[in-house]
């Protein structure tokens, strides 16, 4: 069960953000309303919401779940991919002191986007990416074994981060699509196959028994619901105009 959550509000520079998406520059003010909405949805879901000031400086910051990974015994700071990204993690080590005593780091010349890696139970799947490396995965590897847990790699083809195209909804229910599909790795799960005209919503999050899910997506959604979860469902039109999905808006934990 998460008790945490933390998220920044989108900046006004996030109509700058990094993005292939081809679908035009985010309205600002609707962002804003889209994402209280995701706020108050996580609050729904019972946990406690640390709500961080926006950032200018980084247009892409309110995707915080990128610049750290936050376990049931450490927080791990990252080292974002993308150079536009470099010194988000800096504030968040500070936020994240006021909840663990142990902040480990990932370092030079690794590189790590936590939207890049799965938990799942004691287990972390970390995709090899444009933005993750097999330094920063061996990094990541080596702290999470000093904890006690385990991690292996995922090489991506095709897929921004590996949770793109994945999302873990516990009970060992898996959403998977694209390159995922016909992983063998991923063969033990209950795989829930997203269709393609739905891919966008492989992203959805499990909050205490809760999921999180994209609107416009009636398929994934009917899919879930069928699985038992409570669904709520989130507009975040303006974020996946920047590659962003649920999961890259919030720390859980």
């Known amino acids: 069960m998460f ?13 700058n953000g990094i993005t292939s ?13 889209q994402h209280e909405f995701y706020i108050e949805t996580l609050k729904k879901c019972g946990v406690k919401v640390t709500i961080l000031d926006a950032d200018e400086k980084y ?22 991919g993308a150079l536009s990204r470099r010194g988000e993690e800096v504030e968040m080590k500070e936020v994240l002191k006021k909840f663990y005593s142990d902040i480990e780091e990932i ?3 690794g590189t790590v986007e936590a939207g890049d890696i799965m938990m799942v139970g004691d287990h972390f799947y970390i995709g090899l990416s444009a933005r993750t490396n097999k330094d920063g995965a061996e990094q990541m590897i080596s702290i999470l074994e000093k904890y006690g847990f385990s991690g292996s790699v995922v090489p991506l083809n ?3 981060h590996l949770k793109s195209g994945l999302a873990y909804l516990e009970n060992n229910n898996l959403l998977i699509a694209g390159e995922f599909i016909k992983n063998p790795v991923f063969k033990d799960f ?7 005209d739905e891919g966008y919503a492989a992203n959805c999050i499990w909050v205490n028994d809760h999921v ?3 609107m416009g997506y009636p398929k994934t959604q009917e899919a879930i619901k069928k ?13 996946r105009k920047l590659d962003g999905g649920l999961s890259c808006l919030s720390l859980r934990f």
């Open 59 to 80: 247009p892409d910051s309110c995707f915080v779940e990128d610049v750290a990974l936050c376990t049931k015994k450490c927080a791990i700071i990252t080292r974002p």
């Open 21 to 33: 998406a081809n679908l035009g520059k985010p309205d600002f003010e609707l962002a804003k309303k």
């Open 3 to 15: 008790k945490n959550v933390i998220v920044r509000k989108p900046c006004k520079a996030m109509v």
């Open 227 to 239: 699985l038992g979860y409570k669904v709520e469902i989130v507009d975040t039109s303006e974020f």
């Open 190 to 196: 209950n795989k829930i196959i997203i269709p393609e």
């Open 107 to 109: 370092k030079e010349p």
């Open 212 to 214: 999180l899910v994209p």
């Open 158 to 160: 095709e897929m921004l």
